[in-house]
């Protein structure tokens, strides 16, 4: 169970204003809450049959016929999670300036912190598994976006692109090495324990195979969680493996042998949803 916070948008109400933005932070954590212990009622008197695979045939659990899942949502056995979508954002809307930057990051630990104690907070109250999650929200990051452009306008490093930034994620547009990347979003690893991950964009690394044992290694001692993106693409033609290229036209051709038959390549992207 997810329910996702935009923050970004209650930087724009808040309009700079600290003691406006933690007011309408509140507010929204406990609209959050509601949402979320909304799920978790519903999901009682769920019979164990409704999915048999997850709940009697051990994927998950192991009950019988007649039982239902209740005793498997308390405890802390399930996560309930809090998401939120857009630091980078939000912060720009606050402050004007990165979370990359040194006044940017301390506000935005402060923000993520505090979630993090609100989960801490309902968990001891109700005994169920609250936890903060930062979100992929891979179709959430643009729908949020386009509502916020519609409703407030376009706000310079905030709603003047198509999408907000996946959680604490550093924004695609700044120029940073993969390690200080991490390194700066690890602190977000450590608050974001219902679930998180990092990335870093790579080209072909196949000649520089130490490289990618340096970055995994990083990753292993950083974080909890990171993927390496790269382009895997195939050429049967001549035989290359890595970025095809694309032409004016919007056709591929392999940058080897020149090869344009889409019939004798692979080309494969990583494509997110848009919510329309």
Not at 16 to 41: S, V
Request: aromatic fraction near 10%; charge should be negative; charged fraction near 25%.
């Amino acid at each position: 169970m997810v329910v996702s916070v935009n923050l970004p948008q209650i930087g724009i109400l808040a309009k700079g204003d600290m003691d406006t933005f933690w007011k309408i932070f509140n507010q929204r954590m406990e609209l959050c809450k509601g949402a979320l212990l909304t799920r978790y009622k519903l999901l009682k008197g769920t019979p164990a049959e409704m999915s048999p695979i997850h709940w009697r045939h051990g994927a998950i659990a192991r009950l019988g016929t007649n039982e239902t899942i209740d005793n498997l949502l308390e405890g802390g056995y399930a996560t309930i999670s809090l998401g939120y979508v857009g630091v980078y954002e939000c912060v720009q809307a606050m402050l004007g300036v990165s979370h990359t930057t040194k006044e940017g990051e301390k506000f935005a630990l402060e923000i993520v912190q505090a979630m993090k104690d609100k989960c801490d907070e309902w968990k001891k109250e109700t005994g169920l598994g609250f936890g903060l999650y930062g979100t992929p929200a891979e179709s959430l990051i643009y729908r949020f976006c386009r509502l916020d452009k519609e409703n407030y306008g376009e706000i310079e490093n905030v709603t003047d692109r198509m999408y907000y930034t996946n959680s604490y994620h550093v924004h695609v547009s700044e120029e940073i090495d993969a390690f200080s990347k991490l390194k700066f979003e690890s602190q977000f690893h450590a608050i974001s324990s219902g679930g998180c991950i990092s990335y870093i964009e790579v080209p072909n690394m196949y000649n520089n195979l130490d490289a990618v044992k340096d970055v995994i290694r990083f990753i292993y001692d950083n974080v909890q969680y990171a993927e390496i993106n790269t382009k895997s693409d195939i050429c049967y033609d001549c035989g290359f493996t890595g970025e095809m290229q694309i032409n004016e036209d919007l056709d591929w051709y392999c940058p080897n042998c020149n090869n344009s038959d889409k019939n004798k390549m692979q080309v494969l992207r990583r494509t997110c949803g848009l919510t329309k």
